[in-house]
């Protein structure tokens, strides 16, 4: 099982293939928003990379932080990453202070959208 280590929360271990979005919820219990339920349509799900970061993305995470301009070495959607090696991450998208009644919509087990994966550069 790779394990996920969350900046000022503690180390979990993580079935394998869970998306980042959900083993951040239920394995660590922390506050990561998904307002678009975990489908790569906003950026409330951003994390920061601080070890482990995936060589490869999707597509559809690649247009989504183009469109939305998110830059910064590290930063990715956590809706589009598999827990499939262990890395360790810092939240930056928390509800706590965002103003919003909940973290999101409910997100799937399987990525969304079906993932065409790519090179992050």
Known sequence: MPKLTVENVGT???PAGKRL???LTEEAGTDQLHACGGVSR?????????????????AAEKE???VREVTGEGVRLSC???????MSVRVISRLEGSGRKDQGGP????????PEWTTKD
């Open 12 to 14: 979990f271990d993580v």
């Open 21 to 23: 979005v959900k083993a």
């Open 42 to 58: 906003c950026t409330t799900c951003r994390v920061e990379f601080i070890e482990g970061e995936p060589d490869k993305m999707t």
């Open 64 to 66: 989504t932080l183009r």
């Open 80 to 86: 589009q990453v598999e827990c499939d090696h262990d």
């Open 107 to 114: 997100v799937a087990d399987e990525m969304q959208p079906e």
